[in-house]
């Protein structure tokens, strides 16, 4: 049997897989694993896929739902959130709850344990702020894991599960710590103090923050369930001080990185080389964000890819920089 996967990609792409299992507990996804025949591909809210074919693998769909109190401290608070569960929809959660530390992150499409993979981050927050642990189910023998902080290579855009431990595991679960202090919040980011400013809020809570984040999202970033997209295709290019100085433009904007590193908004480079608002048939880079590559309709995936490859090129001739996809490509 073929099942479409149109519906579980916020792309939009019509893909299809042999076998799509639906994960609703952690003994069912132990009971599968020893039965798989290859190794599945896990798919969460489908926001950071581009299908370019069908797929042959055993696609796991992950519906594991849940949110659970461990600890509560006097300035903090220890929660388990399972995989399935939407991550905007807990960040609301969080907030509604007094627990705070991710409101920057409101509005991230997808699910909570894609969370961890990409390590996930918004105007000057990233999930690697906040965790405590993750929890995963490796395929290889069906048994549970549990990665502190440090075991999970957190990076930009980046960590152990998308490198060593890609298709090897499947996350069930993250415990973040949260504070409970409404003061820590971080609102110095350009473009939230710009709005806060807008709105003559001068002492902002983490709920203000959430909604102007939300705001500032809405403004920029296409629905995909109007436009099929996965948010920020590229990752932003970040570079030596060395390879920086090599390449820098007069009016190129750049943010110094604790490192030493300097890291470049590819927005502004594919904005500057002339691709905001391009179209080319079904599929085309957005009018309000360059960053976000959308399907109008009928694209395929390899349509997309194809666009992707030539911003790509167009940026490396221009400004001998390597834009990388922060979506993953499928295969």
């Known amino acids: 049997m073929r099942f479409s996967l149109k519906n579980l990609n916020t792309f939009g792409i019509e893909a299809h897989c042999q076998n799509l299992i639906e994960i609703k507990s952690i003994a069912q996804l132990k009971e599968i694993v020893p039965t798989l025949k290859n190794t599945p591909l896990v ?14 693998q055993d696609i796991l769909h992950n519906t594991l739902k849940g949110i659970q109190l461990l600890e509560e401290k006097d300035e903090s608070a220890f929660i388990k959130v399972f995989s399935g569960e939407n991550w905007h929809q807990f960040v609301e959660w969080s907030l509604s709850k007094g627990f705070y530390g991710i409101e920057n992150l409101s509005l991230i499409p997808g ?4 969370a961890p993979i990409q390590n996930i981050g918004a105007y000057g927050v990233e999930l690697k702020d906040v965790v405590d642990s993750v929890e995963v189910v490796d395929f290889e023998e069906g048994k549970t894991q549990t990665f502190t902080k440090t075991e999970c290579k957190f990076g930009y855009r980046d960590s152990i599960f998308k490198n060593e431990l890609k298709s090897k595991v499947f996350i069930t679960s993250i415990n973040l710590k949260l504070s409970k202090n409404p003061t820590l919040i971080r609102s110095e980011y350009g473009s939230i103090k710009e709005e806060l400013l807008k709105q003559g809020i001068t002492n902002p809570t983490p709920i203000d923050i959430s909604k102007t984040v939300i705001k500032i999202r809405q403004s920029k970033l296409p629905d995909p369930k109007n436009l099929g997209n996965a948010g920020s295709f590229f990752k932003n290019p970040v570079l030596s001080l060395e390879e920086f100085n090599l390449i820098r433009h007069h009016d190129m904007p750049y943010y110094p990185q604790a490192d030493g590193n300097v890291k470049v908004p590819a927005a502004w480079l594919i904005e500057k080389s002339g691709w905001k ?3 080319r048939g079904d599929v085309g880079c957005h009018y309000n964000q360059a960053l976000v590559l959308v399907n109008y309709g009928k694209a395929s995936g390899s349509d997309i890819l194809n666009l992707a490859r030539d911003i790509q090129t167009d940026i490396m001739e221009k400004y001998g920089i ?3 996809p922060e979506v993953n490509i499928w295969p």
Do not use: K, P
């Not at 798919?43 to 074919?53: D, V």
């Open 111 to 114: 699910s909570c344990g894609a």
């Open 43 to 56: 798919l969460g809210g489908g926001s950071n896929i581009l299908f370019t074919q069908d797929v042959e």
């Open 322 to 324: 390597t834009l990388q």
């Open 277 to 279: 608002g391009y179209r």
